[in-house]
């Protein structure tokens, strides 16, 4: 039987290709501390469990396509609230932010046509632009830079005439880099002059650590036909699970098209939709607590990693993510050894290798990405297996 | 800005683009009997509520890409018992069998292949190949016929250098036609022959109202490799809002290829496999009283419909659809003057005109699809209804 060329062109994901290595490292007894996963620990608002009590309807019927009106309502006042002018007619309530990017790119890419994006970027995104037919132009960045991309003459050397639109996580995800106001304005400036959409993955916007304000490009109102805000109730309350996102934007094309995908496949599931308006509702004061645990994660790993020598890294503004260089020959071949070879005290430790979040080949080989969402003892000891483990890598026969 | 050819080229929802004639219909006072709705009115199983009330999980994670493993288990047996042989490795869980569509879609067709579908078909199968760029081929049938479709040259007819696959729903919707057994093996011979994907969307299976027996294109061994089929939990347990499906192939290939999107889109809602589970392990005695309240109301929707002067119909014999034709010119008019101009007694009715059912530009401009899923009293007006309502349409001045 045949397939299409676009599946063909997908990958798995590079976060759970090691998989098989890790059962194989449990069955011979290694436990494996888990830089690796973005699945936070932190509780889900308790608002969430108190809707599945009360949820007393006796047909669990269709929801309508662009989302139920109390959670578009929702999501209006929380973006009212950090300062994007939005209205309800702007919202399209969608399966996660992966359907968000999986909508928008249907509507933006047709084959060939090229995304720009800041490498390196979250996996995912080759596969929902390669299931477009589209393809990704990486832009190229180094951790020497500290990940910097927002740089005019860097975006202008990636333009091509089949660049449609460029895409961004901010808070960035694998790298942490938050942009400031004068890169924003950058980008916005670029977008506006070639024409392009900005998709603008912004799931991480309240996790910020320095004093950069919170913000978002849907407020940039010269742009407002060009953004496009990718929203997801995943990580900002640790609500993974609930697969519930939006796809926003004040473009109404975009959105009038976007609506033929929502009424296609009917609409998002109704009781999770329920769970999401009342996160979105819950008490901004929320986020002050987990900001400051995340705070202390992040302190703990970097300063970890900092002690083990010939590691290099920044320390990341955002986000719960943290790039890092290390000194060994290829960081793939060294996790392979960590699950295969290594222990310390029946002990081992997952990260995720960064070759997988470039587009460029060969990019990456010595970077990983480590996410902070397991207690501070967790990150001390990953990273005192991690040191072990580099010197015992490196002085094999 | 620009937008994708793929989305350019899909539709609105032919179901749905009445909704602005709707809204002013109530605004000048008029009531509306809805023959054109496809949500059951069928209470989901209490299962589902006691899930909920005892849903205790701190942290709403995410769950495993292919589904959480209490799902796979509970639909493996489900299918076994109806006689499919499957694996929990050939089951992927999907957000309803809009999902499983999209990504067994994705993994077969490239630009300028090939569907071929027997027409009329369920208006959103049009998008999901659109956003492919592959296109719909469909397979003419007549009301004549009772829209029969599995015969050996009509399928032949079809074929081009460009087909990839067959997709069919069985029992059907809009029709209601159920295959027989002979017909399915014309059926399977076909694609067996040609090395065509299979897509049989199987969500109705359990609503057949003669005595045929409940059949799946699953249980065809020699055909496994081609076989996709579409499962869901909307219609089956009346939980359209749970947003749950299934896309089932023992295509080892497939499913590998389909897991990189399964990977890519992170996973299915948690609370609603949780639901899902519960569902599909409850007793089969619940779909007895189910079919009967179908089968009383299809009886009272056919008998009025064939009452009417002018109406042809067959009696469908599965899935909550009928198709009709009607002494109009166009159903697409005549349900706006319905909507626009016409009541009796301070009420109007609403079908689905079949013209967006087919792919043959000028098909079925004088069809209809009705849906019985409300009781039979609305049913009996809607028929009587559309009967006052055709004679005054033909008489306009």
Chains 1, 2 share one sequence.
């Not at 990486?138 to 500290?146: F, G, Q, Y």
């Not at 926003?248 to 496949?265: F, G, P, T």
């Not at 993510?321 to 005290?345: G, H």
Request: glycine share 6%; proline share 6%.
């Amino acid at each position: 039987m045949k397939f299409s060329s676009k599946i063909q062109n997908c990958g798995y994901s590079p976060i759970r290709k090691f998989y098989p290595y890790q059962v194989a490292c449990k069955k011979r007894g290694v436990n494996i501390v888990p830089l690796n996963i973005g699945q936070p620990d932190i509780k889900t608002p308790d608002a969430y469990k108190d809707v599945l009590k009360n949820f007393d309807i006796d047909v669990l019927a269709y929801a309508p396509s662009p989302g139920i009106p109390e959670l578009l309502e929702a999501v209006k006042k929380y973006y009212n609230k950090v300062g994007v002018p939005v209205e309800t007619s702007d919202i399209l309530v969608t399966t996660g932010g992966s359907e968000a990017l999986t909508i928008a790119l249907s509507c933006i890419l047709d084959d060939g046509d090229e995304l720009m994006i800041p490498e390196p970027f979250y996996p995912n995104y080759s596969t929902f632009t390669n299931l477009t037919g589209g393809k990704i132009h990486p832009i190229p960045t180094s951790p020497a830079e500290n990940y910097k991309y927002a740089v005019r003459e860097k975006l202008e050397s990636c333009l091509t005439p089949h660049t449609r639109a460029m895409m961004l996580t901010n808070p960035g995800n694998p790298t942490g880099y938050v942009l400031t106001q004068e890169e924003m304005r950058i980008i916005a400036d670029f977008v506006k002059e070639h024409d392009l959409f900005l998709i603008a993955d912004e799931v991480y916007r309240e996790f910020v650590y320095s004093d950069k304000p919170l913000s978002s490009f849907g407020t940039f109102d010269d742009i407002k036909d060009n953004v496009i805000l990718i929203d997801s109730v995943s990580k900002r309350f640790s609500a993974c699970g609930a697969r519930i996102g939006c796809m926003i934007s004040r473009n109404k094309e975009l959105v009038a098209h976007a609506m033929k995908i929502c009424q296609a496949r009917l609409c998002c599931a109704t009781i999770d939709q329920t769970v999401a308006t009342a996160l979105y509702g819950i008490d901004f004061s929320y986020f002050d607590d987990v900001k400051v645990e995340y705070m202390k994660r992040r302190d703990t790993l970097y300063n970890g990693l900092k002690a083990i020598p010939g590691v290099t890294l920044s320390n990341p503004e955002g986000a719960f993510y943290m790039m890092a260089t290390l000194p060994v020959d290829d960081t793939d071949k060294f996790q392979q050894w960590l699950l295969e070879e290594f222990s310390y005290e029946g002990e081992t430790v997952m990260y995720a290798p960064a070759a997988g979040f470039y587009g460029t080949p060969g990019a990456g080989k010595n970077e990983i990405r480590c996410a902070y969402v397991i207690d501070c003892e967790l990150l001390e000891k990953a990273c005192m297996l991690l040191g072990k483990a580099i010197e015992a890598y490196n002085n094999r026969q």
